[in-house]
């Protein structure tokens, strides 16, 4: 399978193209606006090669034109409607059939930011505006809607969860807000980060949220048990777009000029990374769990439409996790639970108490200072059945378990009889063995976890995806299972000769660990990079001296220079010189071996 996306179509324009929207899973409308609200409406013909498929444009050319200035844009559930919402806090309803508006409707303060629909209702339409507000409406009532006020700041994403109860909202505060739809309650705020939250979506199976922020970083919630999961690793790239494919079992994340693929279930495994033209990714759609489709500005007034398809994803059964599992960090307020990412609270009785009176059934309520009503409490129970009842055996588990886990108990310590003591006592030895034992494998097997799709990659000489995966590591054992691999290899010498220099910043993390065997890989891996181009170094550097400028060789220099540098900054850590002043262990030796010949080699090329 090839790496690369693929360019399945373009669309000229004459004026800048500033969004892009696809109609919905597996659908093959999208809509385009430029920057004089026009709006366009197109359709993607499928076939069976990916690369074959076409563009059509039903309504000739132009769908519509606002006369306010467009800052957001959806397709409702059935698509027979397009809303947009502008800069001027103005809903406007479009009918797809007739081309023509079938409403205007003043909302929020400021701009509207983002636009969510109900899966379950196509009635049903929520808002988020710059005024951190977020609306629901009803487009069969000229009413102003309810309003939920929770954030600080403008709301950038929002998504309805597939059963139409929770609404996640995500804004420039750095939060990240769970509501429950039947009260318009908070059930949940997660405020793991300080960066703004780009996007947000709900897991279509399971009951979990994901959320992107402007660190690179993707965070993955439990919303039941109101738990972080896991996070990948912060990246220098923003992320512009995070799309669940349908069977809740892969995470896809668009960046410029790639794209990921997690297991966000495996503490945010990466299982797969792709090269891409991608600039600019104005959405993501994921068709079949295979194909994934992106919409593009490669350049002002064009729109790029590039794919791929995923044939080499790990399709393990997705891991549903245990309602056993301990609540970590929450706390609760007059607006729900919060959670921070440093405090570890045991669960009151009147925590219970007020999360059982959160999710107690109700039916919309009336907003502030609004006499009328949006909708009747009986129209949305029949449209949401909502789950309001928790089990109360499951929360009593879920204390049990936080009683345990922080209180640890010693049979030895109840034992007064001095002939018994020694038994009990083996007894307590054998339990901290099981649990020591429990630790081993839970690491042994995330180890291979992560280990997995880069042996692979590398098997298959996909080296670049490999090492891609590798740089994305910070964990030492991992990285040390990694970078010993690559340094014992036969491949060795196919490392892209750009991709070197991280991996020598990433041999730093493994010197500066306190376990040897986690050094002696990192100076392994170094030694094998400065024996490979020892030669070609010196070679080139001597060659440059006498020849005439020459681009290819001036590139080729430059990414030698990097390596040379990286090389010389490990050589002079500290760290080395406590190693090489013990001068007792084989990896002193490896490090004194490093630092002579490497301190050899710039002596000659300072001489030239």
């Known amino acids: 399978m090839s790496r690369n996306f693929k360019l399945v179509g373009e669309i000229e324009n004459q004026t800048k193209i500033k ?12 809509t385009f606006v430029d920057d004089i609200n026009q709006i366009f409406i197109n359709k993607i013909e499928f076939s069976k090669n990916l690369s074959e498929l076409g563009i059509q444009n039903p309504f000739n050319k132009q769908f519509g034109i606002s006369q306010n200035e467009i800052s957001s844009i959806i397709f409702s559930q059935s698509e027979n409607e397009l809303v947009n919402g502008s800069n001027k806090g103005i809903l406007t309803y479009w009918d797809i059939s007739t081309q023509k508006i079938i409403q205007n409707i003043k909302g929020h303060l400021s701009g509207i930011s983002c636009l969510s629909v109900f899966p379950n209702d196509n009635n049903l339409l929520i808002s988020g505006g710059m005024d951190s507000q977020i609306k629901i ?46 009260t318009q309650k908070v059930l949940a705020s997660f405020n793991e980060s300080d960066w703004p939250i ?38 220098k790239q923003c992320i512009y777009q995070i799309k669940f494919c349908e069977n809740g079992q892969q995470l896809f994340s668009a960046q410029n000029f790639s794209l990921k693929v997690w297991d966000m279930e495996r503490d945010g495994l990466l299982l797969d990374y792709i090269d891409s033209q991608w600039k600019c990714i104005l959405d993501l759609n994921v068709f079949d769990n295979k194909d994934i489709i992106g919409l593009t500005t490669q350049n002002s007034t064009g729109l790029s439409i590039f794919g791929t398809k995923m044939n080499n994803i790990n399709n393990e059964k997705h891991i549903y996790r245990n309602h056993s599992e301990k609540v970590q960090g929450c706390q609760i307020s007059d607006h ?97 063995i099981s649990k020591d034992h429990s630790k081993v494998i839970q690491i042994l097997n995330q180890r291979i976890n992560y280990m997995k799709p880069i042996m692979h990659w590398w098997s298959n000489n996909n080296i670049k995806s490999a090492v891609n995966a590798i740089n994305q590591l910070s964990e030492p054992s991992i990285l040390f299972d990694a970078l010993l691999m690559c340094a014992q290899s036969t491949k060795f010498k196919s490392i892209p000769m750009e991709q070197l220099p991280q991996l020598l910043e990433k041999c730093k993390i493994l010197i500066d660990s306190k376990y040897l065997s986690h050094i002696r890989g990192g100076l392994l891996f170094c030694y094998r990079t400065f024996t490979t181009y020892r030669d070609d170094i010196q070679t080139i550097k001597s060659f440059n001296q006498m020849s005439k400028v020459d681009l290819s060789r001036e590139e080729r220099i430059a990414k ?49």
Not at 146 to 163: E, F, G
Not at 211 to 217: H, L, Q, T, V, Y
Not at 587 to 594: G, I, M, N, P, Y
């Open 19 to 30: 969004l892009a929207k696809f109609s919905g899973q597996n659908s093959r409308l999208f």
């Open 137 to 182: 409406w009803d487009s069969r009532q000229q009413n102003n809607g309810l309003t939920l006020r929770s954030h600080k700041l403008s709301i950038n994403s929002m998504m309805v969860s597939k059963d139409g109860k929770l609404l996640a909202s995500g804004s420039n505060d750095g939060s990240v807000k769970i509501w429950e739809m039947n």
């Open 198 to 235: 780009c996007c947000v979506q709900f897991n279509p199976v399971d009951k979990a949220v994901a959320a992107s922020s402007d660190d690179g970083c993707i965070r993955y919630w439990d919303v039941d048990r109101l738990s972080l999961i896991s996070q990948t690793i912060p990246d």
């Open 336 to 432: 729900g639970y919060e959670r921070h990412s440093v405090n570890v609270l045991k669960p009151k009785n009147t925590h219970i108490q007020s999360y059982g009176n959160i999710l107690e059934e109700q039916g919309f309520q009336l907003c502030s200072n609004n006499s009328n009503k949006f909708l009747p409490t009986s129209q949305i129970a029949q449209r949401i059945n909502y789950e309001s009842v928790i089990q109360e055996e499951d929360m009593k588990q879920s204390c049990l378990d936080l009683i345990i886990s922080h209180d640890e108990v010693n049979l030895s310590s109840f034992v007064i009889d001095d002939s018994n003591k020694q038994k009990f006592k083996q007894m307590d030895q054998i339990n901290d």
């Open 560 to 608: 030698y220079d990097k390596i040379v540098e990286q090389l010389k900054q490990i050589v002079q850590m500290s760290k080395l010189t406590k190693l090489i002043e013990r001068n007792k262990m084989e990896v002193s030796e490896l490090a004194k071996k490093l630092q002579i010949e490497m301190l050899s080699l710039l002596k000659r090329i300072n001489q030239q």
